[in-house]
Structure formats: C-alpha cells, structure tokens
Nanobody, 120 residues
Framework: QVQLVESGGGLVQAGNSLRLSCAASGRTFSRYDMGWFRQAPGKEREFVAA????????YSTDSVKGRFTISRDNAKNTVYLQMNSLKPEDTAVYYC?????????????WGQGTQVTVSS
C-alpha cells in the first residue's frame, strides 16, 4: 500500500509559478508509476502529467506542455509538479495518484488534493 499527501498549492497571479509535491509513505515508492491530475469546479477530473517508476519517461497533456514539468525523487518518496506560466484556466484541485502499471483511474492510491487558484 501507499499513502499520498499533496502540498504546495495556493493562490497566485497569472504568469507566476508553483511547485506541487506529493509525498508517499512506504518503502515501495519506486515500484509505482506516478501521475498528476486536476479537477476544476463543474468539470471531470483530467490527466495532467505522469512519470515512470525510474523517472526516465514522462509525458503530459497538451495544454500544459512547455509549462509544467513532472519529476520524482525516489530517495525522498516524492513526486513533483513544477508549474510555470500559470493561467487562470489552470485553477483546479490537483491530485497525485500511484499505480504499478499506470492505470491511475483504476487505482485506489490517490491523495486528498491541493487547491491551485490562478488569478488574472
């Protein structure tokens, strides 16, 4: 099992940056692919970015390419989401998720979320 706790959200002006962290409990963090998702009010949860177990492969949705970067530190059991050039449409609750096979929507391992609000 793994428990996930997100942090780093907040209120920022458009164009600024935030770095989200997701800390995982347990000794098996490196066995999980990790993903970031977000859910805006009235919308479905959507994929943002994901990274492989070793950190060697990552990918993100088109709307954040060139602005957001996912990374992980397996020694610290933590995955990060560096968000630059934030836009009001990035406002959402951001969640991290873990799954051995990258099947996040079927995974029981989700954090509680952290709110990101971008003002114009």
């Amino acid at each position: 099992q793994v428990q996930l706790v997100e942090s780093g959200g907040g209120l920022v002006q458009a164009g600024n940056s935030l770095r989200l962290s997701c800390a995982a409990s347990g000794r098996t963090f490196s066995r999980y692919d990790m993903g970031w998702f977000r859910q805006a009010p009235g919308k479905e949860r959507e994929f943002v970015a994901a990274i492989s177990k070793s950190g060697g492969t990552s990918y993100s949705t088109d709307s954040v390419k060139g602005r957001f970067t996912i990374s992980r530190d397996n020694a610290k059991n933590t995955v990060y989401l560096q968000m630059n050039s934030l836009k009001p449409e990035d406002t959402a609750v951001y969640y991290c998720a873990a799954d051995p096979s990258g099947r996040y929507y079927q995974s029981p391992y989700w954090g509680q979320g952290t709110q990101v609000t971008v003002s114009s």
